[in-house]
């Protein structure tokens, strides 16, 4: 009887677990959004307006990075100089941002590093670590703002932060009523989709759990 009790408790005490594990990722699923809070947050601290979440703006700062994933140097700046065509050759078709929307990027800045770091280390150690890059984040020109976030196979992180002097809500505008067109790796700002590159430990950490709490029932029930 007693066993059986204990069987409970610790059981509850998984189940529990799981719960707090899966509302806790929904909280953290999209970096890139983290990534525009904290440019914003560093922007009023100058008393500078914030920058409105641009979604095509967004997912074309994602393609920047497909284009230039490979070309991470040592010192995690990325060696890549997309040709300026490619904006709406390229990133803007493969995103679905109607061209006639097109605005004007007035700045962009690329990092990569080899290991994940949090957005918020993201923008202090590899984004905006000197004057230049920081100029351009406090710029008055910008009205919106996207990220673009990826992890290459096995490789390092990109992150590219595009700007823009558009006029906002009329600029960048997604097909389809602002959905797009899917992308397949990474993730980008402007959406709540889920990103699949910073999410594997908690993903993993359910798993654990999951499997932990089956064998544990099991363990118990063996023994009623
Ligand atoms: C390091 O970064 C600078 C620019 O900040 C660049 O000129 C230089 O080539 C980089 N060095 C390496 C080894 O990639
Ligand atoms: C990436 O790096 C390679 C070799 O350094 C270079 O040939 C290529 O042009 C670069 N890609 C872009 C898009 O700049
Ligand atoms: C803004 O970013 C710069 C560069 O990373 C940092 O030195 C500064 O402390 C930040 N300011 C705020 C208010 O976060
Ligand atoms: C853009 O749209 C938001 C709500 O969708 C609105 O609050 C804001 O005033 C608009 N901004 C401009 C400049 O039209």
């Not at 074309?60 to 300026?84: D, F, H, I, W």
């Not at 995103?95 to 202090?124: N, R």
Request: charge should be neutral; glycine fraction near 10%; include cysteine.
């Amino acid at each position: 009887m007693r066993r059986t009790n204990l069987c409970y408790i610790v059981w509850f005490i998984l189940c529990s677990q799981l719960l707090i594990g899966m509302a806790s990722g929904k909280d953290h699923g999209n970096p890139a959004n983290e990534l525009v809070d904290i440019i914003n947050e560093n922007r009023t601290a100058q008393k500078l307006p914030r920058l409105k979440d641009n979604a095509g703006l967004g997912c074309m700062a994602l393609q920047y990075v497909e284009e230039c994933k490979g070309n991470c140097t040592s010192n995690n700046t990325v060696s890549c100089r997309p040709p300026e065509d490619d904006f709406t050759e390229v990133f803007a078709p493969n995103c679905g941002v109607e061209l006639p929307t097109f605005g004007t990027i007035s700045g962009h800045i690329v990092g990569c590093q080899s290991k994940y770091l949090d957005p918020s280390q993201a923008f202090s150690h590899i984004l905006v670590q000197d004057k230049n890059t920081l100029s351009v984040v406090r710029s008055k020109e910008h009205t919106e703002v996207g990220v673009g976030l990826m992890r290459t196979h096995k490789g390092p992180f990109f992150w590219c932060i595009l700007f823009s002097s558009g006029q906002t809500n009329s600029t960048f505008v997604l097909e389809g009523g602002g959905k797009g067109i899917q992308q397949k790796k990474g993730c980008y700002s402007g959406t709540s989709i889920q990103c699949s590159g910073g999410q594997k430990i908690h993903f993993l950490n359910t798993v654990v759990t999951v499997i932990f709490t089956i064998f544990f029932s099991y363990i118990c029930f063996l023994f009623q």
